[in-house]
């Protein structure tokens, strides 16, 4: 499953496409120029049960080394994957 990725500078989105309609996203805003605020996460069910929502937030995750930046997670599906996983929380 492929993860899209849009940002504008001051909103983004990862989101997954699913024969040709938005089948899930995680939206986040810029907080200053090195951080950002994950917001909400939204999947169909057609992807449930394939981790659609936790290949988003590691997604992000790997946005936010590359960027060198940090993510706050305030959506609760969001928090919870960073809690769950240890290895992940040097973005926190």
């Known amino acids: 499953m ?3 990725h849009e940002d504008d500078g001051q909103k983004g989105k ?3 496409l699913e024969n040709g309609h938005q089948a899930a996203e995680m939206t986040y805003t ?3 120029t090195d951080r ?3 917001d909400h996460t939204a999947v169909d069910p057609v992807l449930r049960g394939k981790n659609a929502g936790k290949q ?3 997604k992000s995750v790997e946005f936010a080394r590359q960027k060198g930046i940090k993510i706050i997670p305030l959506c ?3 928090n919870s994957v960073f809690q769950k996983s240890p290895e992940i929380r040097d973005v926190l």
Do not use: R
Request: aromatic share 22%; charged share 5%.
């Open 2 to 4: 492929e993860i899209l």
């Open 36 to 38: 950002i605020i994950i």
């Open 76 to 78: 609760p599906f969001a």
């Open 56 to 58: 988003m937030v590691m």
């Open 14 to 16: 990862f989101y997954i």
């Open 30 to 32: 810029w907080a200053g």
